[in-house]
């Protein structure tokens, strides 16, 4: 596994860990979804098979369709209940609602199936033509599904955000008559309308978009008096693809949490340094670039630089011709 593939797997697994856990869905779910409202208890919540694959049966056709999903929850409501999947994205999919649309119908397929089935183990008789066609009653029915669409990139979706967004210009007639899909979608980078009540989850998004919008007053501002969770930190460098800012706060560990304003200001210091760096090391490769157009010999130039500058410039002068 290349280092690009082991980072995005690091990823996927830290962010469904963090969304599997009970407080943090329900949290994630109230706030985007229900507007604030508590409508989610994370001890109403039961975790899921994320395999939602079934078969397509029809007369003269079959088909099995196998996919995964990132998250899925059964909310319990006495003996009913809904079920809640979360899809996790790092870059814009531009068909994602069909991809979305497809998780969902494959759910309510997987439910039809498991429905027909039991009928067929308690040889049920249907009282109808059309019940005996379906494979169920006409009193069966199903458990909604909702799903919500997570996206973490580092600049806003520009995709698709329902069904009809992906389609050709429609006329007004045929508009009327067309079933669209609408996406669900929550991105980090305007996640500031959202009231988010449980700490990590507050965390999570206030960090990664600040660290995004190169906003550290604002980091500084919150987390000068408050620690952050350490599981909570590491998630947050792995998507925003900064381990060196990890290291920094493990140096600040207290007991499972680490000074996040300290890491932060440590952080932007070593930014700084290299970006001076960086600046003073091209403008030697430019001075010495010139030097040499000038006719001045190597040695000459190895008095006054060394000779890793001197090998830079020339492979600048490489790189031009």
């Known amino acids: 596994m290349n280092n690009t593939n082991s980072t995005t797997h690091q990823k996927d697994v830290s962010l469904k860990t963090f969304w599997r856990d009970n407080e943090h869905f329900a949290d994630l779910f109230n706030a985007t979804v229900f507007n604030g409202k508590q409508v989610l208890k994370p ?107 997570l996206y973490y990139g580092e600049s806003l979706w520009d995709g698709p955000t329902c069904l009809s967004d992906m389609m050709i210009s429609m006329p007004d007639n045929i508009k009327a008559y067309f079933s669209d899909y609408k996406l669900n979608l929550v991105q980090i980078l305007d996640s500031d309308k959202y009231t988010f009540y449980n700490e990590d989850v507050r965390d999570v998004f206030n960090i990664i978009r600040n660290i995004y919008n190169d906003d550290f007053d604002s980091i500084y501002r919150e987390y000068e008096s408050r620690n952050v969770d350490i599981d909570v930190m590491e998630l947050i460098c792995n998507i925003t693809s900064v381990p060196k800012l990890m290291d920094l706060c493990t140096d600040t560990e207290q007991g499972g949490t680490v000074n996040m304003c300290e890491a932060m200001k440590r952080f932007q210091a070593e930014c700084e340094s290299k970006g001076m760096k960086e600046g003073i090391d091209s403008e030697k490769v430019n001075s010495i670039i010139s030097m040499l157009e000038f006719g001045i010999t190597k040695e000459q130039i190895l008095t006054r630089y060394t000779k890793e500058d001197l090998e830079r410039a020339e492979a600048a002068i490489a790189d031009k011709n």
Do not use: C, W
């Open 43 to 149: 001890n109403k919540l039961n975790e899921m098979d994320t395999d939602v694959s079934a078969t397509i049966h029809s007369k003269s056709y079959n088909e099995s369709i196998t996919r995964n999903r990132d998250v899925v929850k059964k909310m319990s409501d006495g003996v009913e209940f809904n079920i809640l999947g979360l899809e996790i994205q790092d870059k814009t999919h531009y068909a994602m609602p069909l991809r979305t649309m497809t998780y969902d119908a494959l759910g309510y397929i997987k439910e039809y199936n498991d429905i027909k089935k039991q009928h067929k183990l308690n040889k049920d008789s249907f009282s109808s033509p059309e019940e005996f066609l379906s494979g169920i009653d006409k009193s069966d029915r199903f458990h909604p599904i909702i799903t919500l669409v």
